[in-house]
């Protein structure tokens, strides 16, 4: 008889988990959303309303060749009970990597990390996180304690309340200008700005 090692349980693991997905009530939660939640809440909603401009965004475009031309060697773009994971390693403990350009977005990003591993813990698979920064050479290892599964539950119930209620007003942060949302939210200030100025020049 044939003995499987950790990394074969750890890929049948992978490959019976693969078709279910991830709802709260009619609200699917997904670590983007949980990343768009801690970043802003009017992006989280369009984003869930298919309002999705990202495609067009330079930052995303960088995103996706780190994401190519690193970690040749990894599962990349692992589906997990519908939860798209970057890249994961197999071995005696199941590790989920994701990629970031920079650590601006920490503590959005190490909350997409631990919504991952809460939900890999409820459906009975201990697995640790790593957030990759490629450009800087560094990483950082994620654990789920009890207190980050007692914030992520909340942040899913958040997420469902600001989903299915009216949009957030924009709020005009430093990243928004290198959001790709940014002209859907403020192109009113602009044209408003633009009309004072020609008020401004005939007076």
């Keep these: 008889m044939q003995k499987k090692n ?87 403990r199941l590790e989920i ?9 920490d503590a959005a990003d190490r909350a997409q990390l631990l919504f ?16 990759n920064y490629p450009l800087l050479n560094k990483t950082e290892k994620i654990e789920l304690n009890p207190g980050d599964e007692a914030s992520t539950e909340k942040d899913i119930e958040n997420i469902g309340n600001i989903v299915l209620g009216s949009m957030p007003l924009p709020e005009r942060k430093k990243i928004c200008s290198k959001c790709a949302y940014e002209e859907f939210c403020f192109c009113g200030d602009r044209i408003e700005h633009k009309e004072q100025r020609k008020i401004n020049e005939t007076l």
């Design 6 to 92: 950790c990394s074969d349980e750890s890929q049948s693991e992978l490959e019976k988990n693969i078709h279910a997905e991830v709802f709260l009530g009619p609200v699917r939660i997904t670590g983007v959303k949980v990343n768009y939640y801690h970043v802003c809440e009017t992006k989280l909603w369009l984003f869930s309303r298919n309002i999705s401009l990202e495609n067009e965004s330079d930052s995303v475009a960088i995103g996706k060749m780190l994401h190519e031309d690193r970690y040749k060697k990894s599962f990349k773009n692992v589906t997990i009970d519908g939860i798209s994971i970057d890249f994961v390693k197999t071995g005696k």
């Design 97 to 105: 990597h994701e990629i970031k350009k920079s650590k601006k977005m």
């Design 116 to 131: 991952y591993l809460y939900f890999l813990k409820k459906r009975g698979i201990d697995a640790a996180g790593v957030l």
